[in-house]
């Protein structure tokens, strides 16, 4: 979407009850417009009514007291709030990229209108701006360990009242917002860089596993496997949810094809595709699950609970399950990427394909695309280093008061790293498989795996002497979201 586009296109409300992985990345990539439902300012408003008739009457941590292991110090004087911005704006690394940033104000303005920060309505208004100008706060990368991103929002929170300049943006600069100095912590209390950072990897996972079994059918085709292992009955048998799911979409991809088996089992990359494949279904399903509470979530603390007038101290910010959540999908995403190299494995095998090695040209000692072997497997090795888990860290802090940390800020940075490196060992299968397919003057039967490699074929270079694989790989890459809606 171009920015023209982008801007003349209708807006995306913001309800606080139901933003999606996909709207956060269409308005953080993409630059679709916003707006905030009359509902959510609502919300805002009688939460801060709340809060002010509340700080009459009782202590309201981050407003009439300090924080952290401050929390018991009374503090009056109007510029308690700046001071708190100030001292907690001191990130440390290379600025965060432009869509990642604009994630966080996306998350950041949506859990402001479910309504529990008791900020000023005014505040929503004015971050509908940022996003719709297209403008960027200057935030580090490094200062968060998933028990919020105070950081982030606090540099954020200064170039709202004009203290930082905002990058990129288009038109008029957007003239200093007149932040009421007691809403500085209630701005700040939100793990949204996080979240937002999450959303977009998990959107973009989500296309690359419904891409994978595509390829899957492709490469099937290729070393002419056996369709047994994706039979309803073997799924019955051991009824997994993703699993199945897998086995399912296999069998309808490769309906009506000309199907020959070459051989009684065929390697894993084939055989135990759905059981390899079907967790990384489920655990992406269940990081978008996490994410769709977290990034509609009233998770500030204090809570303030319109409804009741209260306020409530709370534990909201701590992000275990996403942090759990992300693990487990980087963990996840490892097995399922092995059986892709796997599989790009049995594409340059002769005794598989019935093929020349490695796809080639029938010139002597010709390498083909043996290349892409070295390239998927190098991405492979970034994919299993980032499936460390982050959650097996741990931190004490001020003072001993914030005494455990979960670390889904890092967990969320190695999603974004585990989605690139997912991609390219993809895309190194994708352009084997078509130069497979090709060699061997096959064009799938009408139907699905058709579709895709109608899709593919034209934009994947039909030449086999060997030549550099670069572009090919770029083209691939560029491929896989669309062949994961075939």
């Known amino acids: 979407m171009t920015a023209e586009t982008a801007r003349s296109a209708l807006p995306a409300t913001l309800d606080g009850s139901s933003l999606s992985c996909e709207n956060v990345r269409a308005i953080a990539r993409d630059g679709t417009p916003v707006a905030v439902a009359e509902a959510g300012l609502e919300r805002a408003r009688r939460a801060r009514d709340a809060v002010h ?43 965060l990229a432009a869509p990642l940033a604009r994630a966080m104000l996306v998350v950041r303005l949506n859990q402001l209108a ?28 490094v200062g968060a360990i998933g028990t919020g991103d105070l950081s982030a929002l606090a540099s954020t929170a200064l170039s709202l009242i004009g203290e930082r300049p905002w990058l990129g943006g288009l038109g008029e600069v957007l003239p200093p917002f007149a932040l009421d100095p007691a809403d500085a912590l209630a701005f700040m209390s939100s793990n949204a860089a996080t979240i937002g950072e999450a959303a977009l990897a998990a ?53 009506g094809q000309d199907l020959k088996p070459a051989r009684i089992q065929d390697p894993y990359g084939y055989r135990a595709l759905p059981q390899a494949h079907g967790p990384a279904v489920d655990a992406v399903r269940t990081l978008r699950e996490v994410l769709t509470v977290e990034m509609n979530a009233a998770a500030e603390n204090p809570l303030i609970d319109a409804a009741s007038g209260q306020v409530f101290h709370n534990g909201n910010f701590y992000t275990a399950y996403l942090g759990l959540a992300l693990d487990s999908a980087r963990l996840a995403l490892f097995q399922t990427a092995a059986l892709s190299a796997t599989r790009l494995g049995t594409l340059v095998e002769p005794r598989l394909t019935g093929l020349r090695p490695f796809l080639a040209s029938n010139v002597p000692a010709s390498s083909g695309v043996l290349a892409l072997e070295y390239v998927a497997h190098s991405a492979l090795a970034d994919i299993r280093r980032l499936a460390s888990p982050a959650t097996l860290g741990t931190a004490v802090l001020s003072r001993g008061l914030e005494d455990l940390a979960d670390f889904s800020t890092q967990a969320a940075r190695a999603a974004t790293d585990t989605v690139a490196a997912y991609r390219i060992v993809l895309a190194c299968e994708l352009v084997a498989a078509i130069r497979g397919l090709r060699l061997r003057h096959l064009v799938p039967a009408a139907g699905p795996l058709r579709d895709a490699y109608e899709l593919a074929a034209p934009a994947l270079d039909t030449r086999i002497e060997d030549r550099p694989l670069d572009a090919d790989i770029d083209a691939a890459e560029g491929l896989l979201t669309t062949l994961a809606g075939v």
């Open 203 to 255: 959107a973009d996972l989500s296309d690359l596993i419904a891409a994978t079994p595509v390829l899957a059918a492709l490469s099937f085709l290729v070393v002419r496997g056996c369709a047994e292992p994706y039979a309803v009955e073997v799924q019955r048998a051991r009824p997994h949810r993703g699993q199945a799911e897998v086995a399912a979409r296999m069998r309808a991809l490769l309906a």
């Open 53 to 95: 008739a509340a700080m009459e009457i009782q202590p309201v941590y981050g407003r009439t007291t300090g924080v952290g292991a401050n929390r018991s110090i009374h503090v009056e004087d109007g510029g308690h709030g700046l001071r708190l911005l100030r001292s907690h704006a001191g990130g440390a690394g290379p600025l």
């Open 114 to 141: 479910a309504g529990g920060s008791g900020v000023d309505p005014a505040l929503l208004t004015v971050l509908t701006e940022v996003l719709n100008r297209g403008l960027i706060p200057p935030v580090r990368t």
